[in-house]
């Protein structure tokens, strides 16, 4: 499957979008993410199943002033 990854093309066989993240090695406690423009919550990550070309954002904040 084609995604595109913080701006970035990608290709993956994973399902969902927890799984993604750990295929990334992204720590979920961590971030934020977004799929198409819309938040998705930290406890909805299992269940949000992925499709073909999604714009997938991955954000951790940032602290500093």
């Not at 499957?1 to 990334?24: P, R």
């Not at 299992?46 to 070309?53: G, K, S, V, Y």
């Amino acid at each position: 499957m084609k995604l595109y990854l913080n701006g970035e093309f990608i290709t993956t066989q994973v399902k969902t979008l927890a799984d993604l993240l750990k295929e990334k090695n992204i720590e979920v406690s961590c971030v934020a993410s977004a799929i198409d423009g819309n938040f998705i919550p930290r406890a909805r990550y299992e269940e949000t199943q992925l499709q073909e070309n999604m714009k997938i954002e991955v954000v951790s904040p940032m602290q500093g002033g």
